[in-house]
């Protein structure tokens, strides 16, 4: 056990922008308790994995993390298991897990962490419950944890019903938290020293829509960008049909709002689209792109893409191929179909994908994807643009990075000191995943 009396917790997290933004809150409260956060497990008190199902085999990630722990555990660490596992095979894990583990949570727990981890002190705890609306708080502590950049949750969970995904089962229906909560956190993190926020939620652009007299997604924008300091906003993630003439407008209003949209289009066949049950067409996406285009010349578009989906064809394959080029996206998180447990497409299942054909095609995508951000980021040589600095690269203590407002990390040398602040900087060279530049003049008041 450490000597100090401090306690300390060591959260390993996996999966999406909401499991790091749980697991932000989760540090936030247990402060309030006195533990700090560790980097190295064998220093904790109390160890947390924050799970992610949606893909492929998180039943072994798992495993060997709480392998991992059994010897930190014996002397004396307690150890849970938190995050969308936890929710939809709470159960299991329980059982499984009744010698290595002490406590079984979902994410609508978060808010009651300190308690669990108390009573875990004593007992095992498991909670798995899905809260109903009322009896569910978001949290409110904040923390920037240092960062120029942070994440604040405008919605829980996920109304929509693409038959491919877990999340509805392991986040619950969808609740739009209120947004005069949303405008103090902002508040509260720009008066951290944030600058940069993005908005987070399963699907952004229905926020608000089942509460009377809320704001909308695009009102909510127009809103949080008045917050005095905050420089830049972001938000994830968009779903296609629910893109709003509202919401494109404000790429012509507001000059906080960054010119990177993620728009998750999964697969550019109509065919693959109906079975995946995301009701729009791949018209539909391209009208969205081109009107975002319109209203942001120069917005830098990103997506995700599954290849392999049951029922999916050379042909189906070869209109994702041509959407790619159509639209000629930035980047991209492509994925190879994984069966998940309780979803519709399992009843689809008796087309499977071939897994080589499956693999083929996800290099084909890849490799393509790859070469068309290579050719972006070389035409952007020469050009000087605004980087938001986040303070020293990983590599090398002369050379600092940050983001464009497009989302390209770009590293360039100079002074740590300048985190937080906006400076111009001249792109010299493109590499496939970032780019590298110089400082195109000594930022103001410098
Ligand atoms: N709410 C977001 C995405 C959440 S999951 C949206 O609607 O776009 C993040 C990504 O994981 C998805 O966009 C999808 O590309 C991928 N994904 C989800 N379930 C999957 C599965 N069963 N197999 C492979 N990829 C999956
Ligand atoms: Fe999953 Fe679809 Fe909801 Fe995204 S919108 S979380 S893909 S069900
Ligand atoms: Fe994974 Fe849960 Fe996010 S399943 S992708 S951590 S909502």
Known sequence: ??????????????????NDYDSAKIKALLGKDGYEPTADPGQADLILVNTCS????PEQKLRSFIGEMRPHRQRGAKVGIAGCMAQHAGEQLFKRYRKDVDLVFGPDHVPQVRALVEQAQSERVLQNSFLDDDNYAFVRETTSEGRVGAFVTIQKGCDNKCTFCIVPATRGMELSRPSALIVEEVQALVAQGVREITLIGQNVNSYGLKVPGELNFAQLLYRVAEVPGLQRIRYTTSHPRDMGPDVIQAYRDLPQLCSHLHLPVQSGSDRLLRRMKRYYDRARYLDVVAQLRDARPGISLTTDIIVGFPGETDEDFEHTMSLLEAVGFEGSFSFKYS???????????DEPV??????ERLMRFQTRQQELQLAAHKRLVDQVMPVLVEGASKWDEQVICGRTS???????PGDASLAGQIVDVRITRGFTNSLRGELAESPAGA
């Not at 069966?339 to 299942?349: D, E, F, N």
């Not at 989302?407 to 360039?412: C, E």
């Open 339 to 349: 069966a998940r447990p309780g979803t519709p497409a399992l009843r689809l299942s």
């Open 54 to 57: 949606v893909r492929e085999k």
């Open 406 to 412: 497009c989302f390209r990390m770009i590293n360039f």
């Open 1 to 18: 056990m450490p000597s100090d009396s401090t306690k300390k917790v060591f959260i390993k997290t996996f999966g999406c922008q909401m």
């Open 354 to 359: 071939d897994p080589a054909r499956m693999q």
